[in-house]
């Protein structure tokens, strides 16, 4: 039986999309002694609460179960705004109560309250998580000026988050598509680029944030500028973004950004960036391999291989195109391996081969099989996990990161099709004919 698996699913102060509910209050009003902030957190933590005892009982998903469980939270937050409206709040525990209206989906109450903490509280971290509030609000309610005053006070006072200022910019700048004002457009999806550049920075961990906030930034950014007349920024702003997958990396945002770059401008020589990015003079710390088998490859770190050209080829055994790519890299294996080259084949126990479920010393035990009758000279690597995956930005297959003797990632190959194999090749060539530094 499949368990009601469920996340837990706060709603947070920077919600993107107001519930559509009809907002009603009790005419009577219990008397309830709890702080402020614990009765908002009763109705915020309510889905979490209740997915867990479902997770417990092992009751079976259903969508109508879950819908519910929505409603009964709406529900809770509408009648706990009514009791701290009851109140008449004052400082934080009016901050709260804009939590709840937000939380039940109330824009209006939600957005007056929120604004005026501010006005009595214009400073600190609940001032700022606020003004989030009233930007969303504003621009939902067409607003913008109202919404660009919140940002421009947000800008002026502490603490800040790149995160905040990302969901803001987007809001506003999203909302100048809209109008079809494209000039306002530019200004603020350069501020929400930035934004996403400085959250990459703090978190890399947060591997699916930090790609998710990067496409949806230098996407917005290009289209404004092809809009405004200036395609060559276009075309700079997703160049950008290719020269920081390889960085990061992230093989999802080097796919995607060759992919906007033929959109933007079909008879680009993609080969001519790949060059100009050929050797960056910043070196970053690659995320290690996370291993749970090794086959036929001694355990190594990547820090190991130094001085070496290392591929990392990501694949599964039931990935056609990945074994569409077997033939060369056992060419280059051959080739090259007394030159430098070190290929190391990365995958993941998916729990079954073509025909049956395994487990997982039954996989492990199938793909030495494999490996043997496919004839692949190169070791392999094998995990228990996605750990490899999300590291590398790693969403569709197969893929490989090409890593120069310095260990820096300098080309990205995704897909199997013919001419990004031979680039793959080419460039395989390229770094083995580096001398080491």
């Not at 080739?335 to 729990?351: E, M, N, P, Q, R």
Request: some cysteine; overall charge neutral.
């Amino acid at each position: 039986m499949t368990l009601f698996k469920y996340k837990l699913l706060l709603i947070g102060i920077l919600l993107l999309a107001g519930a559509n509910s009809v907002w009603a209050q009790s005419s009577q009003v219990k008397t309830d002694d709890r702080a402020a902030q614990a009765i908002f957190e009763d109705a915020n933590g309510y889905l979490g609460r209740r997915y867990q005892e479902f997770n417990k009982q092992n009751v079976a998903y259903d969508p109508k179960l879950e819908e519910q469980v929505k409603k009964e939270q709406l529900e809770l937050a509408v009648k706990n705004a009514a009791i701290l409206e009851a109140r008449q709040p004052k400082g934080d525990d009016r901050y709260y109560l804009g939590l709840l209206y937000h939380l039940a989906g109330n824009g209006d109450a939600a957005l007056a309250t929120m604004q005026r903490f501010i006005k009595d509280n214009p400073d600190g971290e609940k001032a700022q998580a606020a003004r989030n509030v009233v930007v969303l609000y504003s621009v939902k309610k067409d607003k913008l000026t109202d919404a660009l005053a919140t940002i421009e006070e947000y800008v002026h006072h502490q603490p800040q988050d790149a995160d905040d200022r990302y969901r803001m910019e987007f809001l506003v700048a999203d909302a100048f598509l809209r109008a079809k004002d494209y000039a306002q457009m530019v200004v603020h999806a350069e501020q929400m680029f930035t934004a996403a550049k400085t959250f990459s920075a703090a978190h890399n961990s947060n591997v699916s944030r930090r790609d998710e906030m990067l496409l949806k930034s230098s996407v917005l950014l290009a289209d404004a500028y092809d809009k405004t007349g200036h395609k060559e920024k276009a075309i700079s702003t997703i160049a950008e973004l290719r020269r920081m997958s390889l960085e990061l990396p992230s093989g999802t945002l080097y796919r995607f950004a060759n992919l906007r770059l033929q959109t933007l401008s079909p008879d680009l020589d993609l080969q001519t960036i790949a060059e100009k990015e050929s050797k960056p003079s910043a070196v970053t710390q690659l995320p290690e391999i996370v291993a749970t088998e090794w086959i036929d490859q001694s355990p190594k770190k990547l820090s190991e291989l130094r001085g070496q050209v290392v591929l990392l080829d990501f694949w599964a055994p039931w990935c056609g195109p990945c074994r569409y790519t077997f033939p060369k890299l056992t060419l280059w294996h051959q080739a090259y391996k007394d030159k430098g080259l070190v290929i190391i084949g990365l995958t993941k126990y998916f729990g079954h081969d073509d025909e049956r479920d395994l487990t997982p010393k039954e996989e492990l035990v199938y793909l030495r099989q494999f490996k043997k009758q496919n004839r692949l000279p190169y070791g392999f690597v094998v995990v228990d996990s996605d750990a490899n995956n999300l590291n590398y930005g790693v969403f569709s297959i197969p893929m490989s990161f090409l890593i120069d003797r310095r260990g820096v990632v300098r080309f990205i190959s995704a897909g199997a099709n013919p001419a990004e194999i031979a680039e793959l090749g080419r460039m395989i060539k390229k770094l083995i004919d580096e001398p080491a530094d």
